[in-house]
């Protein structure tokens, strides 16, 4: 049985701002996540991902780059981080071809820039957050999840609010 989506907003003010709360994101976060971000250009995606790839233990964010022409970079931290950048697929079976099922059943946390293209290949089970510009500098952060499981975790997190 699927839980009713848990929904939290979130207001960003800056990158720097987007990307404490990225950190703080990843505190949440569990082995066999996948996190689903989805907003325009420009809307914070990869310095969102940047945050949570810091808060998972890795060293440094310029190691975190958007993977739009490789399609998946992995980073090591406190366990394997997948990075998918899914802007230059069209369909849910080329996300699969990349063995997006392997990367969600291992100990690792995926997380997949544009998802919206790749909807179907999503677990049903993961965290979308959706970015959007609200003006130069701020951003709503839209969070949604179906995992009673993942809502809890976020729920426990004060800082996130």
């Keep these: 049985m699927t839980a009713p989506p848990t929904n939290l907003e979130l207001r960003s ?5 987007t990307l404490r709360i990225g950190r703080d994101l990843a505190a949440c976060l569990s082995p066999g996540d996948v996190v689903a971000l989805v907003g ?3 809307a914070g995606k990869t310095q969102l991902v940047k945050g949570i790839a810091l808060g998972l233990g890795v060293p440094d964010s310029r190691l975190v780059n958007s993977p739009t ?9 406190r366990f394997p981080i997948h990075h998918l950048d899914a802007y230059r697929l069209t369909s849910a079976s080329e996300l699969e071809a990349l063995g997006f099922d392997e990367m969600c059943a291992g ?3 995926v997380l997949v820039e544009w998802a919206d293209r790749v ?6 089970a993961a965290l979308w957050i959706e970015l959007s510009v609200v003006s130069d500098n701020e951003r709503r952060l839209t969070l949604r999840t179906t995992s ?10 004060a800082r996130l609010r």
């Design 40 to 42: 325009p250009l420009g």
């Design 13 to 17: 003010s800056s990158p720097d701002d």
């Design 119 to 124: 909807t179907g290949a999503i677990p049903a």
């Design 107 to 109: 100990n690792t946390v």
């Design 148 to 157: 009673a499981d993942l809502a809890a975790r976020l729920a426990n997190r």
């Design 69 to 77: 022409f490789v399609l998946v970079n992995e980073y090591a931290g």
